[in-house]
């Protein structure tokens, strides 16, 4: 049986290609050193990760958009520069999920951030899929070792929201908000979503894996099963201020300085020092949800969150603590 194409096969076919320009079919297998068959193999395996590529005869190939591919020098370029040589930085071409790769690391190595261009199984909040096609979006995630439990670790998704909204803030979006947990939303559609996992360690350190999925240009023709209202930063600053986007790896970097930056202070401090922002970008604050609980749904206003970051809910003449994990929100229409 042939062995599977290895990233180092299609790696650099794709680096010829990112540029979206066309390309003869005789110089890419040239270049690469192997036969048109071979080629064409390699070829076939990069549309079944997603991938547009258009053929015509006498005009050989091309990638149908334009691609920027993720590179570690660049993201660790990226990062502030105390952190440089400090997070370890690296990118696949695809994998399952980059927080069960990480979860599965030597923490011996952490902090340590790991991206792929994209996810065969990525995973969301409430054992739900995230759609992750081909190098469009950002998938994220930073292995982190806190020495010891920290007090308000319920709260640290919504610190991580804070920081991720933080670090997107030159790019102005219109209306970038936070929808309890750690969802980032602009207006009325879903940006990205952050999904930490924890390992305990023993001698009380604790291990957690902040993942983000953040949909910077991901395009409508992939996404039919997603199951809400979703938007990407392409989209945003288009009709924001006919901005393009800046680059993945700029971003990446960036968003990895304000993780580590967040993640030191809440060892030190907890959620608290993060409160006032969190509730500056609160989507729900003083407004009618519907939460489905375990009992049923509940219906109630939002009073913002506690030190712990539970969702605060008056329901009626009762003052409810909702914590984070159990409960999906629908806002209301307004
Ligand atoms: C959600 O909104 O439900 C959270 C989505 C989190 C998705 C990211 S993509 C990078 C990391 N790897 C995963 O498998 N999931 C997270």
Redesign the pocket.
């Known amino acids: 049986m042939a062995r599977p194409l290895s990233e180092e096969q299609l790696l650099p076919l794709l680096r010829t290609l990112a540029d979206g320009g066309w390309h003869s079919g005789e110089a890419l297998a040239r270049e690469a050193g192997i036969t048109r068959a071979g080629l064409s193999k390699r070829l076939q395996k990069l549309m079944q990760w997603g991938l547009e590529i258009e053929t015509q005869p006498g005009r050989g190939c091309h990638l149908a958009h334009p691609l920027e591919l993720l590179d570690a020098d660049l993201i660790r370029g990226a990062l502030p520069q105390p952190l440089q040589g400090k997070l370890g930085v690296r990118v696949l071409a695809g994998t399952d999920?980059?927080?069960?790769r990480l979860l599965d690391a030597a923490t011996a190595d952490d902090p340590q951030a790991l991206l792929a261009e994209h996810?065969t199984a990525?995973?969301?909040?409430h054992g739900?899929s995230?759609h992750?096609p081909f190098g469009t979006n950002l998938?994220?995630?930073l292995a982190w070792t806190f020495p010891q439990w920290p007090a308000a670790l319920t709260a640290l998704p919504l610190a991580t929201g804070v920081a991720t909204a933080d670090a997107l803030e030159e790019l102005r979006l219109p209306d970038l908000r936070l929808k309890w947990p750690n969802?980032l939303w602009c207006g009325t559609s879903k940006l990205g979503?952050?999904?930490i996992e924890q390992r305990g360690e023993s001698g009380g350190a604790c291990r957690v894996v902040v993942?983000?999925?953040l949909n910077v240009a991901m395009r409508s023709a992939t996404t039919a099963h997603i199951g809400q209202p979703w938007t990407t930063l392409t989209e945003q600053l288009r009709a924001a201020t006919s901005r393009s986007v800046p680059s993945r790896n700029g971003l990446a970097g960036r968003i990895l300085g304000h993780w580590v930056a967040m993640l030191e202070r809440f060892t030190r401090e907890g959620f608290a020092p993060f409160e006032p922002r969190w509730r500056a970008l609160d989507l729900l604050r003083n407004r009618a949800v519907t939460l489905a609980l375990p009992e049923g749904e509940v219906a109630g206003i939002a009073r913002g969150v506690d030190e712990t970051g539970a969702l605060l809910l008056d329901a009626g003449e009762t003052r409810r603590r909702i914590l984070s994990g159990e409960v999906t929100l629908r806002v209301s229409p307004q």
Do not use: C, F, K, V
Request: hydrophobic share 25%; aromatic share 10%.
């Open positions: 999920s980059t927080n069960t996810q990525g995973r969301g909040r739900r995230w992750s998938y994220l995630s969802d979503g952050i999904l993942g983000l999925g």
